[in-house]
Nanobody, 128 residues
Framework: QVQLIESGGGLVQAGGSLRVSCVAS????????MAWFRQAPGNEREFVAS????????YCADFVKDRFTISRDNAKSTVYLQMNSLKPEDTAVYYC?????????????????????WGQGTQVTVSS
């Protein structure tokens, strides 16, 4: 079992920035592709961004392009989501997820079903 622990959420003003982090308990962090999803009250969980095991490939949802950046530090078993130019509609619980690398690719990166492990989420609130 791989445990994923998110942190870094909080309250920010519209236009501000925030970086959320997810630390994985596994010593084989390099074996996993990682992703961020988010869920706002009353909404379905939606894909935000994903990154390959090496960090070579990243994919993100259209609504966060040019604002959010996903990255990873394999030495620290950590994946990050840097969020800039935040909008009130970005308010949500942000979840990180891990998928065994062989299941991951551009076509399925945004599909929650391929991810094997999920964190408990961190709340991001953007005020007007």
């Amino acid at each position: 079992q791989v445990q994923l622990i998110e942190s870094g959420g909080g309250l920010v003003q519209a236009g501000g920035s925030l970086r959320v982090s997810c630390v994985a308990s596994t010593t084989m962090f390099e074996s996993y592709a990682m992703a961020w999803f988010r869920q706002a009250p009353g909404n379905e969980r939606e894909f935000v961004a994903s990154i390959s095991w090496s960090g070579e490939h990243t994919y993100c949802a259209d609504f966060v392009k040019d604002r959010f950046t996903i990255s990873r530090d394999n030495a620290k078993s950590t994946v990050y989501l840097q969020m800039n130019s935040l909008k009130p509609e970005d308010t949500a619980v942000y979840y990180c997820a891990a998928a065994m690398g062989h299941k991951w690719g551009q076509r399925v990166a945004g599909s929650g079903s391929i991810y094997d492990y999920w964190g408990q989420g961190t709340q991001v609130t953007v005020s007007s």
